[in-house]
């Protein structure tokens, strides 16, 4: 047993006496899974005589998590050129086509159905547009513009706007915040990036749960939490959440956490993220208090 990853079982002969090296997954205790890796090597005494076994056990879960975030940015930044592409290219005709809309609803004589539809076909064309500037969003971001934010003052706002959503689907929110946090970030892209967490807590919780936000501060960085008991993600979802256009609803775009994700990267940040097949979910942000120090 490796005292360093508890659970972790290995059979040193035969790692030693088959490879030098070799990578593998091991489960921790609380769950986790981390990945090593194992070189090993057989020691002689100076008659050649084998008296035992070296092992080097490296935690190379950083070194993962870093080589996702490159493949994660290059798909980003591919997808992206196309996106605005394409944007562009079904923007102009839907100003013509909601224009059409509008004189023909408005046409004198136009009968109730007729006018009906005409509503109709501008709000799917408003629908359209919106998808449309997220691709642009996510395409082109914006920098961000950077002031003091009181953190309180930002989530009090943010909960307001949600408000209608907690209580239409009859959800319990509840908000932690013990001590009084500053941080220097720009708050609109701040308040998407809670919005677009709370609405997939929302989505994700069914009536009757709860949605618990709580934020805390050490010397140098902010974490703000969000956590659901809803249905959870499995480890599959939870690799993929962050990536454009992958969605597990029916109506969604796929574009809320990839436009979240380059928003706390933009600022310095990071997402972490626990989640379990109906246990809920949380998503930490872990911004730093200062952007100079970037």
């Known amino acids: 047993m490796n005292k360093a990853f508890p659970g ?7 790692i030693c006496d088959a490879i030098l090296e070799y990578a593998m997954d091991c489960s921790t205790s609380d769950g986790r899974t981390v990945t090593v890796k194992v070189g090993g090597s057989s ?26 975030q490159l493949e994660r940015t290059r798909r980003m ?3 992206g050129k196309m996106a605005a592409g394409i944007a562009h290219e079904i923007r102009n005709p839907l100003g013509t086509l909601r224009g059409f809309a509008h004189y ?8 109730a159905e007729s006018k009906n539809y005409a509503e109709l076909m501008k709000s799917e064309i408003d629908r359209l547009n919106h998808n449309v500037s997220g691709l642009l969003q996510f395409a082109r971001p914006r920098e961000p513009q950077v002031v003091s934010v009181n953190l309180d003052a930002l989530i009090s706002k943010t909960v307001a706007l949600m408000e209608n959503d907690f209580s239409r689907h009859t959800l319990t929110f509840r908000y932690c915040c013990n001590t009084d946090i500053t941080l220097e970030a720009d708050p609109d892209m701040l308040l998407q990036v809670l919005m677009n967490l709370l609405k997939n807590s929302v989505i994700a919780t069914p009536a009757g749960g709860e949605i618990y936000l709580s934020a805390s501060q050490d010397q140098h960085l902010v974490r703000i939490t969000i956590a659901d008991n809803g249905s959870g993600m499995t480890e599959q979802e939870r690799e993929k959440m962050f990536d454009p256009f992958f969605t597990t609803r029916k109506t969604g775009t796929g574009l809320g956490l990839s436009v979240s994700h380059q928003i706390i990267e933009q600022h310095s940040g990071t997402f972490e ?21 970037r």
């Open 8 to 14: 972790c079982s290995l059979n040193t002969s035969e």
């Open 43 to 68: 020691l002689v005494n100076d008659e050649g005589e084998k008296i035992g076994t070296v092992l080097v056990i490296r935690d190379m879960s950083m070194i993962r998590e870093m080589e996702q």
């Open 77 to 79: 930044a591919a997808l």
């Open 104 to 111: 023909f609803g408005n046409q004198q004589g136009a009968t």
């Open 273 to 293: 993220v626990i989640t379990a097949p109906g246990r809920g979910t949380s998503v930490t942000i872990v911004l730093p208090k200062m952007q100079g120090a």
